[in-house]
């Protein structure tokens, strides 16, 4: 076999192995952008299922606790739900900070303490933003 038509071969299987590859990860009896349920589910509830949904809600606890100097446990979760937002600050407009045009995928959690709710926004996971 000439060296060309081997290489050819060669570079046609390793094609085929990526493409192989990629359907395998990504092949699924569930949608690539399946969103979690909205949860009403106390924080100490969070399932493997939904890391993300679970992080976020702890980020968003963990940030209203420390602003009302209250214990996580006096906070209370009036819902949640999955949220592409339009830009990547999360819909929350900020004078003088640039925002990337990106959707991302987040959530909204409304939080309820000392009989007044507050509205999160989030990235799913790293960051929770307080709706002020």
């Not at 990860?25 to 299922?49: G, I, Q, R, V």
């Not at 990337?100 to 959690?109: A, K, L, M």
Request: proline share 6%; net charge negative.
């Amino acid at each position: 076999m000439k060296k060309w038509a081997f290489a050819a071969v060669v570079a046609f299987f390793a094609v085929v192995s990526v493409a192989a590859a990629a359907v395998a990860l990504t092949d699924s009896d569930e949608p690539a952008n399946k969103e979690p349920p909205a949860s009403t589910e106390p924080t100490s509830a969070c399932t493997l299922e939904h890391p993300n949904q679970c992080m976020s809600k702890r980020l968003a606890i963990a940030d209203l606790a420390q602003r009302l100097e209250i214990s996580e446990e006096q906070i209370t979760v009036k819902g949640i739900e999955f949220v592409r937002w339009p830009d990547s600050c999360l819909g929350i407009a900020q004078p003088g900070v640039a925002c990337d045009q990106v959707i991302t995928p987040g959530y909204r959690i409304v939080l309820e303490a000392h009989d007044k709710t507050y509205e999160y926004h989030t990235d799913g996971g790293s960051r929770a933003v307080l709706v002020e």
